[in-house]
């Protein structure tokens, strides 16, 4: 994993960012940006274009107008999604989107297809993920599809860390998780982070996401209407009104 330290320059910048599919445009202007080892989150009710957001920035959506640029000067608009792979942005997609009939651990040797030195920088970066999630050590052999919904979300962030990401864009990790779960991705994004990664989160859990963010982002109709610190956010009564019921 990498190592730089926040506020080392800038990881992200997205500037009059559109995108959408088809004939439908979902982003309309959005400017944004992270800065290294920043852990910045995008929160919004369902359909405002977090997940599409996330999308555009790794090259699964197309950039309809204005940019998307990393670590200073790494163009991504146009970029094909395993191109931006290799320029260090991880993505983490809702709903985890893992190869069932795979094991754990071929899941987490399929992140590491794009790294330059493979054999190395896979096992360094398996040890890392095991340590980070014990629980996926444990079932290495066992077929992704047979994990329970917690175990499937570790296994989704591990194969996106396996790619060696400075940026990691990560996507509605708590849904549908226990409580208890729940904690444990929080505390594994913290980690992450601790280690150097850069982390965009997209999540349902407010509350809990802007206790750990720097920064965030509101959305809504798929532009910015606020930005601020995550405290800052989490005490703001128009966001507690529309995504806490406080």
């Not at 094909?80 to 987490?108: C, W």
């Not at 409580?179 to 850069?198: C, K, N, Y």
Request: net charge positive.
């Amino acid at each position: 994993m990498s190592g730089s330290g926040r506020g080392a320059g800038s990881a992200l910048r997205v500037e009059g960012l559109r995108a959408g599919y088809g004939k439908i445009t979902v982003l309309w202007d959005v400017d944004l940006h992270v800065d290294e080892g920043e852990l910045v989150t995008i929160i919004g009710a369902n359909g405002a274009g977090k997940t599409t957001l996330l999308r555009a920035i790794s090259g699964l959506v197309p950039v309809r107008a204005g940019s998307v640029t990393a670590f200073g000067a790494r163009r991504l608009a146009g970029l094909s999604p395993a191109r931006i792979v290799r320029s260090q942005v991880g993505h983490v997609p809702e709903g985890r989107q893992l190869f069932p009939l795979m094991t754990v651990r071929e899941n987490l040797e399929s992140g590491a297809e794009y790294l330059p030195h493979a054999r190395a920088s896979a096992a360094r970066n398996r040890e890392f993920v095991y340590g980070l999630f014990p629980r996926l050590a444990e079932r290495a052999p066992q077929l992704a599809g047979t994990l329970s919904g917690g175990e499937r979300q570790m296994l989704a962030i591990g194969r996106a860390l396996m790619s060696d990401p400075k940026l990691l864009l990560v996507d509605e990790p708590s849904l549908g998780l226990a409580p208890a779960l729940v904690r444990t991705v929080f505390a594994a994004l913290q980690e992450i982070r601790a280690r150097g990664v850069t982390v965009v989160l997209v999540e349902q859990n407010v509350q809990q996401s802007l206790r750990i963010s720097d920064r965030a982002y509101v959305l809504e109709n798929g532009e910015v209407v606020k930005a601020g610190s995550g405290a800052a956010l989490l005490g703001d009564p128009e966001v507690r009104a529309a995504y806490l019921s406080m």
